[in-house]
C-alpha cells in the first residue's frame, strides 16, 4: 500500500509529541510490600529531597544460595561469601554476576532472615557484603547491629561494607569509623586514587590493568563519605572524592583478628554503565579478590623480614624489617600450588617472590628479590606456632 509523504510526516510528527512527552512525564516510586521509605538517584552538589529523584526498587531474594560453577584463576579454593541486602542496589546484579564470574559462592540474605543466624552460623562464611543502596530502615537496623558485624570482623571474617546510598541515614562501622548519607555531605562525580599500590588500584588479582583518575568518574562516582578524624588506626585510605575537599571514600583497615574494606562508590551502579563509568567494571573483581586477609604470616627468625600470603587468593605482602631498605613494603599477588601452601611470582612482576610453607613441621622460608633496587629480602621462619596472629603486627627490631 502506497502512503503519501505528508501521512509519513504526520506519523512521524506525532510519534515524536509522543515521545517527548513520555520523557518528560515524573518518574512514580513503586512502594512494595514491607518496604519503607523512597530511593532516590543523587544529583551531584545537591543532596537535598526536593533535588531527588523518586526511583522503583527491586527486592532481592530474603534467601538464596549459589554455589561456585566456575574456578577463579588465582584461587586453590573458592570462597563463600554472606550478601545482605533488601533490594537489588540500583536495581542491578552486578555484585553476584561478578562473584560468580571469579569462581565465589555466595549467600542472599535480607535482614529478618540475618537475625536468625547464629555468630557461628555468619562466621562460616570468608567474607560478609553490605551491598550499595540500601534504604533507611536498612541503615537504621545496620546501626542496631554493629556489634554483630564488629564480632564477625574481629573474629577473623572479611567485611565489605558498600556504604554508599540513598538513605538520609548515616552509619557508624566497625571500628568507629563515621559514614555520613549524602544528604548530609554530597553527590562527587569524581574520585582520586592515595594509595597506587593498593590491589583494588593495580589490578594486579585479575585482569592488570590498573585503575587511573580518569577512570574515577561517575553520576554519582561516591556518595556520601567517610569522616576523617574516625578513620581507625592504621587504615589506609585508597580513594577519596574530588569535588567537595578530599573526603575518604574507600578504605581499608585490620579490625582484630580480620579485614574491613569500606566504600562509597557506586559499584552496582557503574557496572551497568561499562564504557561510560570505568572503575566497577575495571575494580569491582578485585575488591572481592583482595576482601580476605591474610590466613598465613611469617617471621623471620632473625627479625629480617615478614611475609603475609592468602592461600586463596595469592595476595602477599612482604615487609623488610633489617637492613638499608627497612620499612619497605611490598604487596601483590602470587601464583598458588600445592593447596596453598607453595607461591611464586606471576610472570612479568617487578619482584620475584618465592614462599614455601610446611604445615607439618611448622616451617616457612622464601626470598624476595625487586628488579628495580637490586633488594634482596631473605626469610626463615622454623616455628611458624609462635608468628604473630596478625600480618604487619611486626617491627623492626630496635
Not at 115 to 133: N, P
Not at 344 to 369: C, E, F, K, M, R
Amino acid at each position: 500500500m502506497k502512503r503519501s509523504g505528508n501521512l509519513i510526516v504526520a506519523i512521524a510528527a506525532a510519534a515524536l509529541v509522543s515521545l517527548c512527552a513520555w520523557a518528560a512525564a515524573p518518574v512514580t516510586a513503586v512502594h512494595l510490600p514491607g518496604q519503607n521509605g523512597q530511593g532516590r538517584i543523587g544529583v551531584k552538589g545537591i543532596p537535598s529531597s526536593a533535588a531527588a529523584t523518586p526511583r522503583p526498587r527491586v527486592p532481592s531474594p530474603s534467601f538464596e544460595t549459589h554455589k561456585a560453577s566456575a574456578p577463579q584463576a588465582l584461587a586453590a579454593a573458592s570462597m563463600s561469601v554472606l550478601i545482605v541486602q533488601n533490594e537489588w542496589p540500583w536495581g542491578k546484579t552486578a555484585d553476584t554476576d561478578v562473584l560468580s564470574s571469579i569462581g565465589y559462592s555466595y549467600t542472599i540474605v535480607d535482614t529478618a532472615t540475618f537475625d536468625g543466624m547464629s555468630a557461628s552460623a555468619v562466621q562460616a562464611y570468608d567474607i560478609v557484603l553490605i551491598a550499595s543502596d540500601q534504604f533507611d530502615a536498612f541503615n537504621t537496623w545496620f546501626n542496631a547491629n554493629l556489634a554483630r558485624f564488629s564480632q564477625y570482623a574481629q573474629a577473623g571474617g572479611a567485611l565489605i561494607v558498600f556504604a554508599g546510598t540513598n538513605s538520609s541515614v548515616s552509619t557508624t562501622l566497625p571500628g568507629g569509623l563515621q559514614y555520613l548519607s549524602p544528604y548530609t555531605s554530597g553527590y562527587s562525580n569524581h574520585d582520586y586514587i592515595v594509595d597506587a599500590t593498593d590491589p583494588i588500584v593495580t589490578d594486579v588479582l585479575s585482569q592488570g590493568v590498573p585503575l587511573t583518575d580518569a577512570d574515577l568518574y561517575g553520576n554519582a562516582c561516591s556518595h556520601g563519605w567517610f569522616v576523617e578524624n574516625t578513620l581507625p588506626a592504621g587504615a589506609d585510605v585508597v580513594l577519596r572524592e574530588a569535588d567537595y575537599g578530599g573526603h575518604p571514600t574507600l578504605i581499608r583497615y585490620s579490625l582484630g583478628a580480620g579485614s574491613v574494606i569500606a566504600s562509597c562508590q557506586t559499584w552496582e551502579w557503574a557496572y551497568s554503565h561499562c564504557g561510560e563509568f570505568n572503575f566497577s567494571c575495571k575494580a569491582l573483581d578485585d575488591v572481592f579478590l583482595s576482601a580476605a586477609g591474610f590466613n598465613l604470616a611469617f617471621l623471620d627468625d632473625a627479625g629480617a623480614s615478614e611475609a603475609c600470603a592468602n592461600s586463596h587468593t595469592g595476595r602477599f605482602q612482604w615487609a623488610v624489617l633489617s637492613g638499608p631498605y627497612t620499612g619497605t613494603t611490598f604487596n601483590g599477588a602470587l601464583n598458588v600450588y600445592n593447596g596453598g601452601t607453595m607461591f611464586w611470582s606471576q610472570a612479568g612482576a617487578s619482584q620475584y617472590v618465592y614462599i614455601y610453607y610446611d604445615p607439618n613441621n611448622h616451617t616457612a622460608w622464601g626470598y624476595l628479590y625487586d628488579y628495580t633496587t637490586g633488594l634482596y629480602s631473605s626469610l626463615f621462619d622454623s616455628n611458624t606456632l609462635n608468628d604473630p596472629a596478625t600480618c604487619g603486627t611486626s617491627q623492626p627490631p630496635v
